[in-house]
């Protein structure tokens, strides 16, 4: 499985190394099975180890140039980063990224064989309006997005669970991930409110491939467990 930390804007470059420390020692006595990412804000970017893999929560399609506030691949370059977050729902409606530019990114990344964890997911209003409308505002999301990508990682995050304790009936997940799983054959993450409580109900589930994980995994030591709790279901 793949189990994957977004820090957010969450910890600092210190806070971060201890973490990866002590994770990166975990998986590699307990859990070498499993793919492990995390995803620390840019001022706590670093490189990654064979336990842990580092990626970038968001990127600038160029290598270089004038973008203030932004990262390039010059600087992903410097810590040995393959690894980029793209289309995150709070840098699509809290920091305003279009689908154009989405793609945009996804365009860049793949054309220098990056791996990239695309996100998509849905408002509670989509949601209500029932699963005709929930399917074509995911279909939308994907526009412009190769799903066959080999290096693509798909994660589902409906918007209205992510870090509000909510999550959708688990029969629920299995069938947005099943359908999701006909259109492509990258793995599926499912994020949102992803937390020790209820990780091993949300990792069990059919075509759930691993979690894309915010505040239920910021301590490092709730982060392990989610491990250890995938790669008992692994075995």
């Known amino acids: ?98 689908q154009e530019l ?19 997911g849905e408002p509670l209003e ?4 029932g699963s005709e409308a929930l399917m074509a505002y995911l279909a939308d999301q994907c526009e412009g997005i190769d799903l066959n990508y080999p290096d693509l990682v798909l994660a589902y995050e409906p918007v209205w669970a992510i870090g509000t304790g909510r999550v959708p009936e688990l029969r629920e997940i299995e069938l947005i991930h099943g359908a999701l799983a006909q259109q492509t054959k990258a793995p599926l993450l499912y994020g949102g409110s992803v937390k020790v409580a209820n990780a091993a109900q949300i990792l069990a589930l059919e075509n759930v491939d691993g979690a894309l994980i915010g505040s239920g995994a910021l301590d490092a030591d709730d982060f392990c467990e989610i491990i250890r709790i995938a790669e008992g279901l692994s075995k």
């Open 1 to 98: 499985m793949i189990v994957a930390a977004n820090f957010k804007t969450n910890h600092t470059r210190s806070s971060t190394a201890a973490y990866l420390e002590k994770v990166s020692r975990f998986v590699e006595t307990e859990a070498k099975a499993q793919t492990v990412m995390v995803f620390p804000p840019a001022t706590a970017l670093t490189s990654g180890n064979e336990a842990v893999t580092v990626g970038a929560q968001n990127a600038w399609p160029a290598e270089n140039g004038a973008f203030t506030g932004e990262i390039g691949t010059q600087q992903l370059d410097e810590f040995k980063i393959r690894t980029v977050l793209i289309g995150h729902s709070e840098r699509r409606h809290i920091l305003g990224e279009s």
């Open 102 to 120: 989405i793609a945009r990114k996804f365009a860049f990344f793949k054309e220098r064989n990056y791996r990239i964890v695309y996100c998509i």
């Open 126 to 129: 989509v949601r209500e309006e």
